[in-house]
């Protein structure tokens, strides 16, 4: 199997909260993370995409349609966006396990009519310290 | 089962240019890139297997180092990929085809079964793998 990989960042504003549990109950479950007012990250995103490589361009995907996919798809939405206020997160706290699935659902379907090129998988980077992976790994 | 990698890193130079075709169409498909320019590629080298009962390992990574330094170092570093290896006469420099090349030349010169993957940094932030299965 082959596969490309491609990194992007986006800077977001979120809070873990179940709204249906007290402060107190959120605050013993998410911690910090439940702070009211929110918090915010520069969320490393990388997106692993598979297929056949075209052989008058040498490439699985041209970068720049990649590119062009995941900017519109996610960097215009979620960069510099309040993650809790956007429709696909109402009823789903953001954490970076669900931003991880949400974002996959949100690119998985723009690769039909890419030459063959699908999404395999998506990796959020929190922090430095700590990655989501959601989809097949390569 | 047992993966270990290792990492080396080598410095190239390269086109894209399908000689077919005119200059003015090299640049219009290729863009930037239908220049001469340069990266400096990561490579992530992944074996697998057991390690021998005595030795304690799957490989002798002096062994490893040595192939990768004959294979991959010595025809590709500070060389250029269009110019200096017999690879892209036929198909475009592109990170894809490189891994596939490399790839083609790790499954060769390792004992059978070893080879696992390569992961082939073009730069931070676009990366390669080919995986075995």
Known sequence: MITVSRRYQFAAAHLLRQPHLSDAENVRI??????????GHNYGLEVTITGPVNPDTGRIIQPERLDEIVRHRVLERFDHAMLNEDPLFQGVVPTAENIATVVHGQLESA???QGGARLLHVRILETGRNQFDYGEMP | MLRITRAIEFSAS???RRADLSEEENRRRFGPRASHHGHNYRLEVTIRGEPDPASGMVLDLKDLNDLLEREVMSRFDHRDLNGDTPYFEKRLPSPENLA???AEILREALAPGLFDRIRLYQDRDLWVDVVEP
């Open chain 1, 30 to 39: 998410y911690g910090k993370c439940a702070n009211p007012n929110g918090h």
């Open chain 1, 111 to 113: 690769f039909a009519g």
């Open chain 2, 14 to 16: 390269l086109r894209y």
């Open chain 2, 100 to 102: 596939t090349v490399i």
